[in-house]
């Protein structure tokens, strides 16, 4: 039989009325193991929530990697690079790839009776990923994008629409300057989309990439750029250096040559910003095994004072100075065992009713969201639980050594 573990098991269950300094006591350092715990849990969630959401509507836009002109990648220029079909087929045979689509890029005026708007036409073909848009359209729907004809239909965003005072279904004029001369275009507003990230909303709608390839003056097997989807985000370094060692300064048959750029480069403002969160989750998770850590010290150092005669005879009738501190663990790992229950019911329940109702709002202006959004994930709440126990009975281990230096003739007093 393992004695600590059932003394301590009966100090824990004992109900004595008499002990009116322990059982606050307790409660308080429950508390603080499940506040804390709770707090964790939802830090947690809510961080990898924020990344993962901000993260895929960046990728939404530009997928993982894009394969461009160097000069188009940085915005310097809109030089096209020769994307034909055995130019796509190399890259989709490149490892770790899931997908490739091209996209033509031209700057244009949207304009209406009353009022005009600066935008970035983006021409995409038959093969563009529109789950995207599809998830974050408001109204109206997703044309058939196409690469041999233009079908006069745009995806306008729901910023474009309220300055323009545009609906899906209505008509409007483009303005395209080239060559010395303005080209007219008459496009039906397909759809309207929102995914408030401004910076895209503000500037980007979608159109055919035979319309945009043909405003350009460019030739049918060019276009701006390929964009490329991943198999793992967390192997993207790895697929970017087979990027590097097979496309980068290859030279298309027009003399153009090719460069490749990841998500993360082309967007340094949005992954700063969810890399510092990293920063604060760290700082809040310190803080809170503090607080459970000190709480769970202050009880633990009452329990020893308010049983030292216990401690006394437990030493004169034979029991060992380790026998002692092993009690008084196995005691505190009582209390944290439920103070974690409870901050497992309260974080889990927490993540769990802003996850199916969106509860707590934000400014989708400021956090380009609008709702605070939250991830449930299982390895990490298991992580946490694990690292609470362990911190939190790893400081408790030098406390512990009070309770043997108690001495047996001098606890008497203690009655």
């Known amino acids: 039989m393992n004695l600590p573990l059932f003394i301590a098991r009966h100090i824990y269950s004992a ?14 350092a429950t508390a603080g193991v499940a506040i804390g715990l709770a707090v964790m849990l939802v830090s947690v969630s809510i961080v990898f929530g924020f990344k993962h959401t901000i993260r895929d509507k960046a990728v939404g836009f530009g997928s993982h990697i894009t394969v461009a002109n160097f000069g188009t990648l940085h915005g310097r220029s809109n030089t096209p690079v020769c994307m034909d079909d055995s130019m796509m087929r190399a890259l989709r045979g490149i490892d770790g790839v899931s997908h490739v689509q091209r996209y033509a890029m031209k ?23 529109t789950t ?13 994008f196409s690469d041999s004809v233009s079908r006069g239909k745009i995806l306008i965003s729901k910023i474009m629409a309220d300055r323009l005072r545009l609906d899906t279904g209505d008509k409007v004029f483009a303005y395209f300057l080239g060559d010395g001369d303005v080209r007219v275009r008459r496009f039906t507003i397909a759809g309207v989309y ?21 405003l350009n003056g460019w030739e049918p097997d060019q276009a701006s750029g390929a964009e490329v989807s991943v198999n793992d985000f967390d192997s993207l370094d790895i697929v970017e250096n087979s990027f590097v060692d097979k496309v980068n ?4 048959k027009y003399g153009e040559t090719y460069s490749t750029e990841t998500i993360q480069r082309l967007n340094p403002q949005i ?52 026998t002692v501190r092993k009690t008084f663990l196995w005691f505190a790992v009582f209390i944290i065992g439920r103070g ?29 969201v609008d709702t605070v959004p939250v991830e449930f994930s299982l390895p990490a709440i298991l992580l946490l639980n694990v690292a609470t126990l362990l911190v939190c009975v790893f400081v408790l281990v030098a406390p512990s050594y009070l309770a043997s230096r108690v001495h047996p003739a001098r606890s008497m007093r203690y009655e």
């Open 340 to 368: 974690m229950l409870i901050g497992n019911v309260i974080g889990i329940g927490l993540i769990l009713i802003q996850m199916f109702t969106g509860m707590v709002k934000l400014d989708a202006a400021t956090y380009y």
């Open 194 to 214: 929102q995914t408030n990230l401004s910076q895209f909303d503000k500037v980007l709608c979608f159109t055919d990439l035979y319309t945009a390839v043909r």
């Open 132 to 144: 995207f848009i599809h998830d974050n359209l408001i109204s109206g729907s997703i044309p058939a």
């Open 15 to 28: 109900n004595d009325a008499k002990q009116k300094v322990s059982r606050p006591a307790m409660r308080i």
């Open 107 to 129: 700057q244009g005026i949207l304009k209406t009776d009353s009022d005009f708007l600066g935008v970035a036409f983006k021409g995409v073909a038959a093969e563009y990923d």
């Open 249 to 252: 300064r290859t030279v298309d």
């Open 271 to 322: 992954f700063t910003w969810l890399d510092l969160l990293d920063l604060n989750v760290w700082i809040i998770l310190a803080l809170m095994l503090c607080v459970a850590g000190f709480t769970m010290i202050s009880g633990l150092l009452i329990m020893i004072l308010e049983r030292t005669s216990m401690i006394g005879l437990l030493k004169a009738l034979g029991a060992r100075n380790a």
